[in-house]
């Protein structure tokens, strides 16, 4: 289970949201919508424990490790431009306390095992960053414009993590895409 009670986040005097509330169980996914700016991202960042709420708390049913529990995956996060797929997925299962996965999801993901990201697509990257979200199969899954920079393969594994992720938990999915609009079982709108 999920759930945000009065959740509100400023920066300064200036309010992104307020008294936010909803709750979310195991197989739902919950979009987040509204028009640029409003704070789906913020939203995003705060459920996945990166950033603190104004007021308000937020519930999470999981083991109590943020790290174990919840998978994110957004254009901004950054990779090691030196490391390869390879790298960064055993790297993140180290820090994770998880077995790596990289040859499963390198396969999975269609990525070289020895090219370093600098000189990775932008589609390329979003691929890698849904792979290090999804690999330790967390409970919680965060996803920031998951489509964007992909191509139609791309996009339906986007969709396919989706539904493996309903079998295993809740995703959260902050979007203005029409198409990935219509992969969400309920909606909050902001802003």
């Known amino acids: 289970m999920l759930a945000a009670h009065n959740l509100g986040k400023r920066f300064g005097p200036r309010w992104i949201f307020r008294d936010l509330a909803f709750e979310a169980s195991m197989g739902q996914v919950i979009g987040v919508f ?25 519930t999470r049913d999981s083991s109590g490790d943020l790290r174990q529990s919840v998978g994110f ?10 490391l390869t797929a390879d790298e960064h997925l055993v790297l993140a ?27 990775f697509s932008s589609g390329m990257r979003a691929r ?6 999804v690999q330790h199969s967390p409970t919680l899954l965060l996803l920031d414009e998951p489509s964007a920079s992909l191509d139609e393969a791309g996009r339906n594994l986007v969709r396919e993590l989706i539904a493996e992720q309903c079998g295993r938990g809740i995703v959260v999915l902050a ?17």
């Open 128 to 133: 890698l960053r849904l792979a290090l979200a």
């Open 73 to 82: 995956a957004a254009l901004d996060l950054a990779l090691y431009p030196d």
């Open 34 to 58: 509204g028009p640029n700016g409003c704070g789906k991202s913020t939203l995003l960042r705060l459920l996945a424990g990166l950033a603190p709420a104004s007021e308000g708390k937020i």
């Open 175 to 191: 979007t203005n895409d029409p198409i990935e609009k219509e992969w969400a079982h309920h909606a909050i709108n902001l802003g």
């Open 93 to 119: 299962a180290k820090l994770r306390g998880h077995p790596s996965k990289a040859e499963i999801w390198l396969n999975r993901i269609a990525l070289p095992p020895d090219q370093p990201t600098r000189e």
